[in-house]
């Protein structure tokens, strides 16, 4: 059974034009693209995806940094979508991901670490919420 994640490429990987580098990688990977668009998060936007990170002493740096440029929120289908992103992505320190990963081959560092990924398929789901509606996920489309 095929599940979703959400992956959101963020605004330094746009602004470092490296969009397609990043797909190719999702792609070879097997995951199918359900849903894709390029979106400017407003702070409200932004600060409501963050939600569950709002008493973080970092949240409001998150949030500027996210309203920062347009990024790219993808859905994501694949069989054990969540955790086989995240290990495609590697560590949020791209300095402790494991070579190879999208992190380590691309990203700055913590804070600018050019990809999201959902850390649970109940996350998944309610983040692929946030930026896609049902018809927007082209449940027909199954290459």
């Known amino acids: 059974?095929?599940?979703?994640?959400?992956?959101?490429?963020?605004?330094?990987?746009?602004?470092?034009?490296?969009?397609?580098n990043v797909i190719a990688k999702i792609n070879e990977a097997g995951f199918k693209i359900k849903a894709m668009k390029m979106t400017h998060l407003t702070k409200e936007s932004a600060?409501?995806?963050?939600?569950?990170?709002?008493?973080?002493?970092w949240f409001n740096d998150l949030i500027?940094?996210?309203?920062?440029g347009p990024c790219v929120p993808i859905a994501l289908e694949k069989d054990?979508?969540?955790?086989?992103?995240?290990?495609?992505?590697?560590?949020?320190?791209?300095?402790?991901a494991d070579e190879g990963t999208i992190r380590k081959l691309y990203a700055k560092d913590k804070t600018e670490n050019i990809v999201h990924g959902s850390d649970s398929d109940e996350n998944a789901a309610i983040e692929i919420s946030h930026f896609f509606s049902r018809k927007e996920l082209l449940e027909n489309y199954n290459n």
């Open 1 to 20: 059974m095929s599940n979703r994640t959400l992956a959101i490429l963020k605004p330094d990987c746009v602004r470092k034009n490296l969009i397609g």
């Open 47 to 57: 600060a409501g995806f963050y939600e569950i990170h709002k008493h973080q002493p």
């Open 64 to 68: 500027s940094y996210m309203t920062s």
């Open 80 to 96: 054990n979508a969540v955790a086989d992103f995240r290990k495609l992505i590697g560590a949020t320190d791209p300095s402790k």
